[in-house]
């Protein structure tokens, strides 16, 4: 397994691992805080939500095999080349466990908060349905032909799908109801953030090592944060450009309308007791 050329280059990588991981492990926070203070679900697209699980449940299975399995590794070498590094850092991993935890808590919030007339869909519904029993079926064929790293390129793939088709419903759903309310963009801000300190971390490693594979050995890290990045500046523009007059005039009457009622408060007349 090659080694670190330049100590500069080993401390970078490190760094943007690390950034990149904080960014898009505290990304999760906003919604969920959100969706606290509000008590209410509505404008957070569940699609989104269970189309996120699977996502990241996926890039878990991918991560942590990649990451402690010495079978997987030696397979991943003897493709790519026994000079290589393994494209999965420690970052990785503990950002793949804490994704699958939050994003589970925020599908709990669903549970508990009002949620108005929004459901699953049933198109999320049968697509989540058709992905996992094929990768159920994929690892029953891994196992009897010990294709290790072809199963957990499955995993990987299935991620990257999940990457390009979850952010859609709740573009969608912007677009329909002509606002962002309830979707945090502090979620979307620090998302892009962990996207492009990402790309910086790959690169790091790929200067080191004078080789470009770690960006095709890895196909799916790369498009995650391709992806992401392109959703994240849609997400912006809808924010901060088509709807921020709609989003003003939403937070602007819930402030009247709390204002109103304080004031309705202290002037009414205290009520007689009748002792």
């Avoid at 990457?163 to 969608?172: A, E, G, L, N, R």
Wanted: aromatic share 14%.
């Amino acid at each position: 397994m090659a080694s670190w050329h330049s100590t500069p280059l080993e401390v970078a990588y490190q760094v943007f691992g690390w950034i990149a991981f904080f960014s898009w492990s505290i990304s999760f926070y906003p919604q969920v805080i959100l969706n606290y203070r509000r008590k209410s679900v509505v404008g957070l697209n569940f699609d989104f939500l269970v189309l996120n699980l699977t996502k990241h449940s996926s890039y878990l299975v991918y991560n942590v095999s990649l990451f402690f399995s010495p079978v997987v590794q030696k397979q991943y070498l003897n493709k790519f080349g026994k000079d290589k590094m393994i494209p999965v850092a420690a970052n990785d991993v503990a950002f793949s466990i804490h994704a699958v935890l939050i994003t589970a808590f925020t599908l709990f919030q669903v549970i508990i908060y009002d949620r108005g007339n929004q459901r699953v869909s049933k198109i999320c519904i049968l697509i989540t349905m058709a992905i996992w029993i094929s990768a159920a079926i994929c690892a029953f064929v891994a196992i009897s032909r010990h294709s290790w790293l072809w199963i957990i390129t499955v995993f990987n793939t299935i991620q990257v799908i999940m990457t390009v088709i979850k952010y859609i419903p709740q573009v969608v759903m912007n677009f329909r109801r002509k606002s962002t309310e309830g979707w945090s963009i502090g979620n979307i801000l620090l998302d892009m953030l962990g996207g492009v300190t990402n790309y910086a971390q790959m690169a790091m490693q790929s200067i080191d090592q004078s080789s470009w594979e770690n960006f095709y050995g890895n196909i799916g890290k790369t498009l995650l944060s391709l992806v992401s990045i392109f959703f994240d500046l849609v997400f912006i523009f809808q924010h901060y450009v088509i709807y921020p007059s709609k989003n003003q005039k939403t937070a602007s009457k819930a402030d009247v309308n709390g204002a109103v009622l304080l004031a309705t408060n202290f002037s009414e007349p205290p009520q007689s007791v009748n002792v």
